[in-house]
């Protein structure tokens, strides 16, 4: 849901909103939504533990998008590059 909601933010403040829009309408019957659990919140708090060790904190929301990310072993497809401190994940490029 996380990741829906930050859909919703960048499309909302996008110029080519309606495009986007249209987009996730179509795609996202055919998603399948990964829901946040005790499990996550566990990889959450080891995360953003992580990090703040390295100095090298990322946004709250990015870092339950890369927990769940690493709970279930899927890359990320993002142009962020602040992913990149992120251990164990494999972050991926359009």
């Known amino acids: 849901m996380i990741v829906l909601g930050e859909f919703g933010y960048g499309?909302?403040?996008s110029n080519r909103r309606r495009q986007y829009e249209a987009w996730l309408d179509r795609y996202l019957p055919t998603f399948h939504v990964l829901e946040v659990t005790?499990?996550?919140a566990?990889?959450?708090?080891?995360?953003?533990?992580?990090?703040?060790?390295?100095?090298r904190p990322i946004p709250a929301n990015d870092v339950w998008i890369a927990?769940?990310?690493?709970?279930?072993?899927?890359?990320?497809?993002?142009?962020?590059?602040?992913?990149?401190?992120?251990?164990?994940?494999?972050?991926?490029?359009?």
Do not use: N
Request: aromatic share 8%; hydrophobic share 35%; with cysteine.
């Open 38 to 40: 005790a499990e996550t």
């Open 67 to 94: 927990a769940l990310c690493r709970q279930y072993q899927l890359p990320l497809l993002s142009r962020d590059q602040h992913f990149d401190a992120v251990k164990g994940l494999r972050r991926q490029t359009w």
């Open 11 to 13: 499309i909302a403040h």
């Open 42 to 55: 566990t990889e959450y708090s080891l995360l953003r533990s992580e990090l703040r060790r390295l100095g």
